[in-house]
C-alpha cells in the first residue's frame, strides 16, 4: 500500500491525467464485473476458517475445490464481456481520440487476463481462512516491491500503461501461484477440475448469494463514482476525484487488514459456537483497534492541504476538499469494522444488504443532484453522508443486539476512554502544522508519524489499564520476542 501511495504521483506525472483516467474507467468496469463473484470469496473465507477450527480438512479441501471451479467459470464469462466492452466502449464514455486504443488495449488485456486472475484468486481467499495471514502479507509486499521496480523502469523508458497493466496482472497471478503452493504444504490440498458435488455448492450458496447481493452493492458505491464523473465531468475530473478516493481507498486497506484476522477467528468460534468470545473480540478489538486506526484519520485529516500539494502538486488542490470529506467518513468505518465483520462471520447477510441497499440509494441521489453544482465534491459528499446517516448506525445497532451488547456497553468499553486519544491527536496535529508547516512531503509525512507515535506513546502509558498492557503485549508478540532474546542470551552465557 505504500508502495502505491509512492508511485501514484509518479504513475500519473509520466501517462497524463487523461490516460490515468481511461486506465481507472477499466479498473472500474473491471470492479463492475467483480459481482460475478456471487459472494463466493466471503463464503470461501468463512467456511474454511470454520473447518479448519473443527481440523475438518476434508470439508476445507471442498470448498476450495467447489471455489476454484465456480472462478474458472466466473474467469470466463469476466473475460468475454471485457472483451465485448473493448469494442463498443466508445458508445458510453467521453474519451478523447487520442487515448481510444489505449483504453481499447487496456481492456483486452484485462480480459485475456481474467482467464486467471479469477480463478488463482481462490487461493488468496483459502490463506486468509487458514489464517495465514503472514504468509498472505509477505507475499503481498513481495508483489508490491516488484510492481513499484517494475513500474519506475518501465515508464522511464518510455513504455506506456498498457504494458504496465500487463505486469500488475502476471505479478496477481504468479502471487497467488506461490499461495496455492504453500496451502498445499499446509493441508495437503488436492484440485479436483471439474469440482460437482452440488451439495457443497448448495451449502455454499446460501450463505455466498446474500454477500453477493451485498458484494454488488459495495462495489457499486466503490466504483460508481469514477462512471459518474467520467459521463458527467471529465477524464481529468475522474483524476482528480482520484487521489481523494485512492487516500480512503489506503484508509480500507487499513481497516480490512487490521480486522481481517478477527473475522476469521470469529468464524472459527462460530464453528464451535463460542459465542462469548465473540462478544470479547467486539468490545477489546474495537477498542485497540480504533485506537490504532483512527489516528491516522484524525492526522490526515488535519494535514491534508500540505500533503496533497507536496504528494501530487499545487493543479490536483481540487482533491483537498473531497479528500477531507471522504476522510471523515472513516472515522465511523474504522468504528464499526470489527461489528460489521462479525455480523457475516455469524452468517446473518440478509439485513446487512437491506441497509447497503439504503445506503447506496442515498449515495447515488447525492452525487448525481449536485455533481453539476459542486463537481466532485459532490460524490465525496454522497459516499460520506450515505457511511454517516445509513451505514454505520444501523449496522452498529444491529451487531449490538446480535451479541446482546448495550449501547451503553459498547460504549463504556470500547469507546468512551478513547475519546480522549481523538481530542489529543486532533489538538496535537493542529498544533503541530500551525507552529512547523512543513516545507516538502517528506517533513509532511515525518511530522504526521511523529504525532502518531506520540500519540500512541500517551494512550498506552496514560489511558490502558494494566490487563490491557498485558494484552497489547501479547497481541505484538512482546512476551515472545523478550523470550527469544532471553534464550539466546543463555545459550551465550
Known sequence: MLISFMLFPFTVSHVGKEVYGVFLIVMSLTGYLGVIDFGMMSAL???VAEYHGKSDFKGVNRIINASFSFYVVAGAIISLLLFLASKYFTLFFKVDPANIQVMRELLIVASLSSLFVWPMSTFRGATQGL?????DVAISVISQILLAVATFFMLSQGY???E???VMQILTVASNFVLYYLIQKRISLRIIFPYTDIRTFKFIFNFSFFMFLGSLVTIFIAQIHNIIIGYFLSMSAVSVYAVAYNLQNYFRVINSTLGGPSWIVSSEMEGVYDYQRQKQILLKGTKLMSAVFLPVIIIVFVFIAPFINFWMGPEFSASIIPARIIILC?????????ATGLLSAKGIVRQPLIILLAAAALNLLISITFIKVLGV???ALGMALSIILVAFPLFLRLALSTLRISFTEYFEKSIKINLLLYLFVAVLSTIVLFCFYPKNFIFTLLEMFLVYAFSIAFYYCCLLKFEEKEDVKKIIGWDSFCRQVNRLKGARG
Open 377 to 379: 465534491t459532490a460524490v
Open 160 to 162: 506506456g500503461i498498457v
Open 164 to 166: 504496465l497493466f500487463i
Open 45 to 47: 473465507m468463512k467456511y
Open 131 to 135: 489464517n495465514m495471514w503472514g504468509t
Open 330 to 338: 472513516w472515522v465511523f468505518n474504522g468504528t464499526s469494522e470489527l
